[in-house]
């Protein structure tokens, strides 16, 4: 059975970004196959009724959703790249990506149940139960699927599929999904692992950072790196508020970035901070600005930042 992963990393590190800018093989599977006489054929055809296990428990689609609001913007992400797009009619107020995504003011963070039927959806998908959206919408009957924020790549994988299936596009998200694991393990493979570089992986400047046990930290993990957020006194769920002298005490070889567009961090800020100017990273020029969307998102643009990161360590690891 899918574990039901909580969603306070997610919700903490959605606010982070709003206030400064495991299961194994089958996820979601076809409920009893309907008979010739109590369906349509078409309806068979199709794949549906489908029933998915998401964090919500198991969610029964009858027909392929055809006015799907995503309150995420990850799973927004996820429909596009699957092939589902057509069948979205709103997204929240975060999904910038892609471009042709519907974006309404409608908020995952303050969900308003008025303003999400009014869409008329037959399938909304979140990532947070905030304010209990599941069960307020299930009191009118509208289909919620609940992908919490992942904590693993093959969490992020799961979750893909499942849309797949819910959406009827389950060939297309094992595609991706496919084609995301190859790439990231070339990328994992092609990593300099020898050089035993230390980083630090920053939120926002306050500074919150994130450590191994976090779906960013282990994507970091694949490169071999070693992160200085694992010895923080309080890990906090998985994303310690560190203090300036624990970060220079620590002196990382490298410092990656993920609050550049929310707040302009680069690395002449960081050396304006006390007893920062004589950090490694900065004296060498590792500073890497990371996108704060890819920073902050686990769906299949994940490979971009992996693509990223892999590149900063390969030109750290020539320089050492």
Not at 110 to 132: F, G, H, R, T, Y
Request: contains cysteine; glycine residues 8%.
């Amino acid at each position: 059975m899918r574990p039901r992963r909580t969603a306070l990393a997610g919700a903490l590190l959605g606010t982070l970004i709003l206030a400064g800018c495991g299961q194994t093989g089958t996820t979601a599977t076809p409920s009893a196959a309907p008979t010739a006489s109590s369906a349509p054929a078409s309806a068979s055809a199709a794949g549906f009724p489908v029933t998915v296990e998401a964090g919500n428990g198991k969610v029964t689609l009858a027909k392929k959703p055809e006015r799907i609001v995503s309150l995420s913007a990850t799973h927004t992400e996820t429909l596009f790249a699957i092939g589902a797009g057509p069948q979205v009619v709103a997204v929240d107020d975060q999904s910038n990506y892609p471009p042709e995504a519907p974006k309404t003011d409608l908020s995952g963070f303050k969900p308003n149940v008025e303003a999400i039927v009014a869409q008329k959806p037959d399938l909304v998908i979140v990532s947070n139960d905030i304010d209990q959206i599941v069960a307020e919408l299930g009191k009118v009957n509208v289909p919620v699927l609940l992908e919490p924020a992942a904590t693993k790549l093959d969490e992020a994988y799961e979750e893909i599929a499942e849309i797949g299936a819910a959406t009827g596009n389950q060939a297309k998200a094992d595609e991706v999904v496919s084609g995301m694991k190859t790439a990231m393990d070339k990328l994992a493979a092609e990593a300099p692992k020898d050089k035993k570089l230390t980083y630090y992986h920053e939120l926002d400047q306050t500074p919150y950072a994130a450590t191994s046990q976090t779906f960013i930290g282990q994507v970091y993990g694949l490169f071999g790196l070693t992160n200085i957020a694992d010895k923080a006194p309080d890990q906090a769920g998985g994303y310690p508020k560190l203090s300036a002298e624990f970060v220079a005490q620590a002196d990382p070889d490298m410092i990656f970035l993920g609050d550049v567009k929310c707040c302009g961090q680069s690395k002449d800020t960081l050396a304006k901070r006390p007893g920062w100017k004589g950090l490694s990273a900065i004296k060498n020029d590792q500073v890497i600005q990371l996108d704060d969307d890819l920073a902050s998102r686990w769906g299949p643009r994940v490979v971009q930042l992996a693509e990223s990161i892999g590149a900063a360590v390969a030109k750290a690891g020539a320089k050492s």
